[in-house]
């Protein structure tokens, strides 16, 4: 694929691209989605296409009866709202279709962003986590993003484009037949206009990375500044000086790429003024000639009006037409990452080969010879890691922070790619499992809690359609969110969040992590993976979710990450990382005989556990 690398996604900084390749495509997507755009066009061009040429003529009509011997006020008045009539006439369906025309266009628009959401949720987790992805791509994300720009700004210059061609055609013919240096000059006129447009663009593109990456620094310091989420850090750390600081630092860096970029186009834009210069030079120099020698002052100054009409026209064209080119740009751009294959492709290979595990079988899960590091780094994680989660086992990860444990389940989940070795699942290597298959098996809970802004039992269930309404409250009953459901005045009907509902209802930290808990619970996969599920939770609340663990993870092999040691007690095996991977493996009583790291940091625990009780007794 041209332009494109599969593995970082990133464009190269190749500024051709395959113009009506792109504006083919475009017209296919519009056709499909909605149709009468195209009818609405074809009436926009003939309305819009002969108005102007009512201007063109009027002065010739009028100055032939003004100028007539015998010419009467009642004939220039007759001339005068004819051509007022059919100008209203023309005047208002142009701008009626046009109005009917625009919101379908951006509706055309809003399909093209629904499919990068649709992307964006499907392509490898890999990406989420890289720094670089959203940068890379931004040009083609921000392309459906704005009426004005990008697939809708092309959208709305090519339906403009249509009488504005229609207009300049005639023009052209007509003019042409009296002179033919008139019309070169004004293509030398358009032709300027276009290099210096598509001269700008093309090195305003080249500059892409560096305006993206400028962009992405400014941003940060508007989201951290508005961020509710840091607004008390920032006040006790007295972070307001370094904020100030650092932001200067960043206009300075963001002036300097603008400046380049302005530099650059005032440089070219005096070419584009010298090029006005020798068109109209020309242009009148002939016309007087002209008249000087036999042409009538009435078809004078109906071409001057010709040519300054077709100079308008041929401006708008070359305006719209670099318009076209410079936004075709990043919509090929964002053809090419809908298009490329991120891991959201089904291959005909691949799922030819897929294979399944049975329906309830459980899972066991071996790390073979395992090693990592994360794409675009080249620290290992882990080297040579080999373990197993044995079938129905409950497995305790614990260690030091950094360790890997999160990362760790990441790559069982097939959310990340091992570097080398591989984790097999029931004996098949996971990267031969169908990806949605994949997730289907794991029911997680994270640290970070992410409650979206639909109803309890939509972000329970994660669907909107068939929800089975009593296991919804089963799970909440199991996690102990019953109460607080029961006071919500539309119960598991609520909406979550304010973002969307003014009366959507927000969840504390800890409640939120329950109801991740209960989602969970009620997606009843055959792996339960729980990453720090209680670290939210007060200490009651903590103690039943360890009491209920068997419960909740009956029959299934289950891991459950912790820093709280405590929790170790009711998994059957303990698997210690440190900063060196796997330090230790085995059951809570052997590795508490075995004195090692994890006696250790159970012990250190302990104490001040104990200790608190001492003092508290
Ligand atoms: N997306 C990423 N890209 C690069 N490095 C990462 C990424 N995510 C995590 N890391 C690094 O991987 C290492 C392990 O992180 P991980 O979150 O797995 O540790 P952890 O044991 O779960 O830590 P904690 O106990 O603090 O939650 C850390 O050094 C972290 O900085």
Same mark, same amino acid.
């Given at each position: 694929?041209?332009?494109?690398?599969?593995?970082?996604?990133?464009?190269?900084?190749?500024?051709?691209?395959?113009?009506?390749?792109?504006?083919?495509?475009?017209?296919?997507?519009?056709?499909?989605?909605?149709?009468?755009?195209?009818?609405?066009?074809?009436?926009?061009?003939?309305?819009?296409?002969?108005?102007?040429?009512? #201007?063109?003529?009027?002065?010739?009509?009028?100055?032939?009866?003004?100028?007539?011997?015998?010419?009467?006020?009642?004939?220039?008045?007759?001339?005068?709202?004819?051509?007022?009539?059919?100008?209203?006439?023309?005047?208002?369906?142009?701008?009626?279709?046009?109005?009917?025309?625009?919101?379908?266009?951006?509706?055309?628009?809003?399909?093209?962003?629904?499919?990068?959401?649709?992307?964006?949720?499907?392509?490898?987790?890999?990406?989420?986590?890289?720094?670089?992805?959203?940068?890379?791509?931004?040009?083609?994300?921000?392309?459906?993003?704005?009426?004005?720009?990008?697939?809708?700004?092309?959208?709305?210059?090519?339906?403009?484009?249509?009488?504005?061609?229609? +207009? *300049?055609?005639?023009?052209?013919?007509?003019?042409?037949?009296?002179?033919?240096?008139?019309?070169?000059?004004?293509?030398?006129?358009? +032709?300027?206009?276009?290099?210096?447009?598509?001269? *700008?663009?093309?090195?305003?593109?080249?500059?892409?990375?560096?305006?993206?990456?400028?962009?992405?620094?400014?941003?940060?310091?508007?989201?951290?500044?508005?961020?509710?989420?840091?607004?008390?850090?920032?006040?006790?750390?007295?972070?307001?000086?370094?904020?100030?600081?650092?932001?200067? #630092?960043?206009?300075?860096?963001?002036?300097?790429?603008?400046?380049?970029?302005?530099?650059?186009?005032?440089?070219?834009?005096?070419?584009?003024?010298?090029?006005?210069?020798?068109?109209?030079?020309?242009?009148?120099?002939?016309?007087?000639?002209?008249?000087?020698?036999?042409?009538?002052?009435?078809?004078?100054?109906?071409?001057?009006?010709?040519?300054?009409?077709?100079?308008?026209?041929?401006?708008?064209?070359?305006?719209?037409?670099?318009?076209?080119?410079?936004?075709?740009?990043?919509?090929?751009?964002?053809?090419?990452?809908?298009?490329?294959?991120?891991?959201?492709?089904?291959?005909?290979?691949?799922?030819?080969?897929?294979?399944?595990?049975?329906?309830?079988?459980?899972?066991?899960?071996?790390?073979?010879?395992?090693?990592?590091?994360?794409?675009?780094?080249?620290?290992?994680?882990?080297?040579?890691?080999?373990?197993?989660?044995?079938?129905?086992?409950?497995?305790?990860?614990?260690?030091?922070?950094?360790?890997?444990?999160?990362?760790?389940?990441?790559?069982?989940?097939?959310?990340?790619?091992?570097?080398?070795?591989?984790?097999?699942?029931?004996?098949?290597?996971?990267?031969?499992?169908?990806?949605?298959?994949?997730?289907?098996?794991?029911?997680?809970?994270?640290?970070?809690?992410?409650?979206?802004?639909?109803?309890?039992?939509?972000?329970?269930?994660?669907?909107?359609?068939?929800?089975?309404?009593?296991?919804?409250?089963?799970?909440?009953?199991?996690? #102990?969110?019953?109460?607080?459901?029961? +006071?919500?005045?539309?119960?598991?009907?609520? +909406?979550?969040?304010?973002?969307?509902?003014?009366?959507?209802?927000?969840?504390?930290?800890?409640?939120?992590?329950?109801? *991740?808990?209960?989602?969970?619970?009620?997606?009843?996969?055959?792996?339960?993976?729980?990453?720090?599920?209680?670290?939210?939770?007060?200490?009651?609340?903590?103690?039943?979710?360890?009491?209920?663990?068997?419960?909740?993870?009956?029959?299934?092999?289950?891991?459950?990450?912790?820093?709280?040691?405590?929790?170790?007690?009711?998994?059957?095996?303990?698997?210690?990382?440190?900063?060196?991977?796997?330090?230790?493996?085995?059951?809570?009583?052997?590795?508490?005989?075995?004195?090692?790291?994890?006696?250790?940091?159970?012990?250190?625990?302990?104490?001040?556990?104990?200790?608190?009780?001492?003092?508290?007794?």
């Amino acid at each position: 694929m041209e332009g494109v690398s599969m593995e970082g996604v990133s464009m190269e900084e190749n500024i051709k691209y395959p113009v009506w390749q792109t504006l083919k495509k475009m017209l296919k997507y519009c056709f499909k989605a909605d149709k009468n755009i195209y009818l609405y066009f074809v009436i926009f061009t003939i309305t819009g296409g002969l108005y102007p040429f009512l #201007g063109v003529l009027l002065p010739k009509y009028l100055l032939n009866a003004i100028s007539k011997p015998d010419g009467e006020m009642k004939d220039i008045l007759t001339i005068v709202l004819i051509f007022l009539a059919l100008m209203a006439f023309f005047g208002f369906i142009r701008t009626f279709i046009r109005a009917l025309a625009y919101p379908r266009i951006s509706y055309v628009r809003l399909q093209y962003l629904g499919k990068t959401f649709d992307k964006m949720v499907s392509i490898d987790y890999k990406y989420m986590e890289d720094a670089n992805f959203l940068e890379d791509n931004s040009r083609a994300l921000d392309s459906t993003n704005s009426n004005d720009n990008g697939v809708e700004g092309v959208y709305s210059r090519l339906f403009d484009a249509g009488p504005v061609a229609l +207009t *300049a055609l005639g023009l052209i013919l007509f003019i042409g037949r009296l002179n033919i240096w008139i019309l070169l000059g004004l293509l030398l006129n358009v +032709t300027a206009g276009i290099w210096v447009k598509r001269s *700008a663009s093309k090195f305003l593109y080249k500059r892409k990375q560096d305006v993206a990456h400028a962009e992405r620094r400014m941003r940060y310091y508007y989201n951290t500044t508005h961020d509710f989420g840091y607004g008390k850090d920032i006040r006790l750390y007295r972070f307001q000086d370094r904020i100030d600081q650092n932001y200067n #630092g960043e206009i300075k860096g963001y002036v300097k790429v603008q400046r380049r970029i302005k530099n650059q186009e005032y440089f070219i834009g005096l070419l584009e003024i010298l090029s006005f210069f020798i068109s109209n030079g020309l242009t009148y120099a002939i016309l007087v000639y002209k008249t000087v020698n036999g042409m009538s002052i009435a078809d004078f100054s109906m071409y001057i009006t010709a040519v300054t009409t077709l100079t308008v026209m041929l401006a708008t064209l070359a305006e719209q037409f670099s318009f076209i080119l410079n936004e075709g740009q990043y919509v090929y751009d964002y053809f090419q990452f809908i298009d490329a294959d991120m891991g959201d492709k089904e291959h005909q290979d691949k799922s030819e080969k897929v294979k399944s595990i049975k329906e309830r079988e459980t899972l066991e899960i071996v790390f073979d010879n395992v090693s990592f590091c994360y794409p675009g780094t080249d620290k290992y994680i882990f080297k040579n890691l080999n373990f197993t989660i044995h079938k129905g086992e409950k497995l305790a990860i614990v260690g030091i922070n950094g360790a890997g444990k999160s990362t760790l389940v990441k790559l069982m989940m097939g959310l990340f790619d091992v570097t080398e070795g591989e984790i097999r699942i029931n004996g098949i290597p996971i990267g031969e499992f169908n990806k949605k298959e994949l997730y289907a098996m794991f029911s997680a809970v994270f640290q970070e809690i992410n409650v979206l802004a639909y109803t309890v039992k939509e972000n329970i269930a994660c669907s909107s359609i068939d929800i089975n309404e009593e296991k919804v409250t089963n799970a909440l009953e199991k996690v #102990g969110l019953k109460n607080k459901i029961n +006071t919500l005045p539309k119960g598991i009907n609520q +909406t979550m969040l304010k973002v969307i509902e003014e009366d959507g209802v927000e969840f504390s930290g800890g409640e939120s992590q329950k109801l *991740a808990i209960a989602r969970a619970l009620y997606k009843d996969a055959r792996m339960v993976v729980m990453d720090e599920p209680t670290a939210a939770l007060d200490a009651l609340a903590e103690a039943e979710i360890y009491e209920s663990f068997s419960d909740l993870v009956e029959g299934k092999t289950a891991v459950y990450i912790s820093h709280r040691l405590a929790s170790t007690k009711f998994c059957d095996r303990i698997a210690f990382f440190d900063g060196d991977g796997l330090r230790e493996y085995g059951s809570h009583e052997e590795l508490m005989d075995a004195k090692g790291a994890y006696y250790n940091m159970f012990m250190i625990q302990g104490k001040y556990y104990n200790e608190e009780v001492a003092v508290s007794e």
